[in-house]
């Protein structure tokens, strides 16, 4: 090995276990001292280069490692809660748009009136400050209240005209009984002015902001009540 | 889950005092070299599972490191762009006389070019041979070896130099 060698492989690592770079560095004791003052800078090299750790670093580790676990734990859970959140998100949207669809009033109140036979039976005697007790709890109804009795009221109940809280009377006609329904106005709600099946008469009209559906089985009964809740509801 | 846990710790306790070393060295600021450091390991943890001899720990982690430091430059070019290597200090405190030796060779090192330090430290304090230096850093092994032989040349001259600044006209 020349020294040009020698030296370079000296430099490139001193403390090199090669066979011949030993055999080299025995060869001649300059080189050995050579290689010692090499091997010497490597220690200072290597002190230099041990830098001190910071304090805790191996604790901060260990930790910053935990709470990324944790993280991602609560990252999971965190895509379970945004299923459900759209689940009920899809549900609550499919809700509002079938409360926004258009009501026809007439279709609903003669399936009301055969939906509830009770209303038909009964026999009390309401006066029409209890109805307008009852017309002020309901929100959209404006003002509007009876200002006198409109005839006999045999029934009153609240009712729900999809999802719009509405009056239910019965009222005695001449002929028969009468059912009428106080609906608060709607921009979705449709109603035809005459209706009728194969056993009821309907009769609709507009009022302050309200919707009277009168069904009944008699037309004369249906327009004499009508007037009769013309000249008493404001 | 716990077999890995128990991995990650032990790697954590054997080898985070080289690892930030290594960073310390490769960016020239204790701050930035502690969370290079936390990164490294973060990563580590997440792909542990790639890491299959446990002997190759060491390299594994400052292929990640030297990953982690890349992608600081990557991310923030310019928020370090003043700290120049020439300007890297020992920051560590000096009090005693062997301190100051050792602040004096520090200055030499971090005036060393990163491509020399970097074998530097892999063959001095990571232990590694020329082969796995050439390995880690993505090099053939002659360039590693002349890069390790420029840079004991270099710090042998730095060091060898009068150290007093200023007479050198007398």
Not at chain 1, 115 to 125: F, K, P, V
Request: aromatic letters at 8%; proline letters at 2%; charged letters at 25%.
């Amino acid at each position: 090995m020349d020294e040009l060698k020698f030296r370079r492989q000296a430099y490139e690592n001193p403390n090199s276990d090669e066979a011949d770079f030993i055999a080299a560095m025995q060869g001649s004791e300059d080189r050995k001292a050579f290689v010692n003052d090499l091997k010497q800078l490597d220690n200072q090299l290597e002190q230099a280069f041990k830098v001190p750790v910071p304090e805790g670093l191996e604790a901060k580790l260990l930790l910053n490692q935990q709470l990324h676990q944790h993280q991602q734990q609560r990252r999971k859970t965190g895509f379970t809660l945004a299923l459900v959140a759209s689940v009920a998100f899809i549900a609550g949207i499919s809700f509002t748009l079938l409360r926004i669809a258009p009501v026809d009033l007439n279709q609903h109140a003669l399936a009301h009136v055969y939906h509830e036979d009770a209303a038909m039976t009964s026999n009390e005697q309401i006066g029409y400050e209890q109805l307008n007790v009852q017309l002020a709890s309901m929100s959209q109804s404006g003002s509007g209240h009876f200002t006198q009795q409109p005839g006999r009221v045999l029934y009153s109940t609240y009712c729900d005209f999809q999802g719009v809280k509405s009056l239910h009377l019965v009222m005695q006609g001449e002929q028969g009984k009468v059912t009428v329904f106080i609906v608060p106005a709607e921009e979705r709600m449709q109603m035809q002015q005459q209706f009728a099946d194969q056993r009821y008469q309907g009769l609709g009209f507009e009022t302050d902001n309200t919707y009277m559906l009168l069904v009944g089985e008699n037309q004369q009964d249906l327009s004499n009540i009508k007037s009769e809740i013309k000249q008493s509801f404001i | 889950m716990l077999s890995k846990q128990r991995r990650y710790d032990s790697l954590v306790r054997a080898l985070h005092g080289d690892i930030y070393r290594y960073a310390y060295w490769l960016c020239g600021d204790k701050h930035i070299a502690e969370d290079i450091t936390q990164e490294t390991f973060l990563r580590a943890w997440r792909s542990l599972e790639s890491l299959k001899d446990n002997k190759a720990a060491k390299a594994w982690l400052i292929t990640i490191l030297r990953r982690e430091n890349a992608r600081r430059f990557e991310r923030k070019k310019f928020d370090y762009s003043d700290v120049e290597q020439e300007t890297l200090e020992d920051s560590f405190s000096v009090s005693t006389e062997e301190n100051a030796e050792q602040h004096l060779i520090r200055r030499q090192i971090a005036k060393l070019e990163v491509e020399y330090r970097e074998p530097l430290i892999l063959q001095v304090i990571g232990g590694f041979s020329g082969e796995e230096i050439a390995d880690i850093l993505s090099l053939n092994r002659n360039t590693v070896m002349t890069r390790l032989f420029r840079a004991r040349n270099q710090l042998k001259d730095l060091l060898d130099e009068p150290q007093v600044r200023g007479q050198s006209n007398g």
